[in-house]
């Protein structure tokens, strides 16, 4: 049937998620109209093909690894279990700032309070508290009609107009951490917003002067550095706490060397706030290796 939904979908260039799934009337529409020339402002290379920006290319680059994201204000965030289950909530945010359920051909539903239960997957008395923090801190709200819907001033999916002091979180990798984990290990992942103000822009390194654009004037968090401001009394329960983490089968904070110094490193898979190709794909690799 010509208005039946397809497989083929249009989706949102700069995070890859799912706009919406086309039936195949409106796919024979696109084909009879498509054309391949050039659009007004392509350019060409000295080999005529067509020039593609760098920013498309990250933004190519990110869709295709890591997948969809939503922008975090992180400065106006604690860390603690609740604000971690709220950055998980917030992977099911759809581009109005709703929480919806379901990403298949058109079956996604915006959530009611009673939906929260579910997702969260606590026991009751654990999803009341949640629900009761994340209300009580202006987190989430219901409209009119009882759907839920988080601060787009703290967490927002689409174009940011104020990108000062925000960090892309994605999707995927928050799920697989709060889905794999124990809701008494919640705390400990909640720390990974409290490493986000030291994490540099350019190297996700943990630093003193995370806007610091040279390699070699990084300062650098020491591990003893970073278990006290992680309120550690002792270097090893940190790492036990930290160290051990993996998502997508790699090390969510690793040690490794850059520039002759050795640095404590977060995987770009979980949040990244620089915006160069080049700089995120050298990062991403470096948790491949290792």
Do not use: W
Request: aromatic share 12%; with cysteine.
């Amino acid at each position: 049937m010509m208005n039946e939904l397809t497989n083929y979908s249009i989706f949102n260039e700069n995070t890859g998620e799912i706009i919406q799934y086309l039936t195949m009337e409106e796919i024979e529409y696109l084909k009879s109209n498509y054309t391949s020339a050039p659009k007004g402002n392509s350019k060409l290379n000295d080999r005529g093909e067509e020039f593609i920006p760098n920013n498309d290319l990250f933004k190519q680059f990110i869709k295709e690894e890591l997948g969809g994201f939503y922008f975090n204000y992180y400065n106006k965030l604690e860390s603690n279990q609740f604000t971690f289950r709220f950055l998980y909530l917030c992977t099911f945010e759809n581009f109005k700032g709703y929480l919806e359920l379901g990403n298949a051909k058109a079956e996604g539903r915006l959530c009611v309070k009673k939906d929260l239960f579910e997702i969260l997957n606590l026991s009751s008395k654990d999803c009341y508290r949640t629900i009761e923090y994340l209300e009580e801190n202006n987190l989430i709200h219901y409209d009119k009609q009882g759907y839920v819907k988080v601060n787009t001033d703290v967490c927002v999916k689409g174009e940011v107009k104020n990108k000062k002091e925000v960090v892309r979180m994605f999707d995927k990798a928050i799920k697989e951490l709060y889905e794999n984990s124990l809701p008494k290990e919640h705390k400990k992942l909640g720390l990974l917003i409290k490493l986000l103000p030291l994490v540099n822009y350019k190297t996700n390194v943990i630093c003193k002067n995370p806007k610091e654009d040279i390699v070699e004037l990084i300062e650098k968090y020491t591990m003893q550095e970073l278990s006290e401001y992680l309120g550690y009394s002792r270097v090893d329960s940190m790492k036990r706490a930290l160290m051990g983490l993996t998502v997508n089968n790699e090390k969510v904070i690793m040690q490794s060397k850059i520039g002759g110094k050795e640095f404590i490193v977060v995987n770009p898979r979980i949040y990244y706030k620089g915006n160069k190709l080049n700089e995120m794909q050298g990062i991403v690799n470096l948790f491949k290796l290792n």
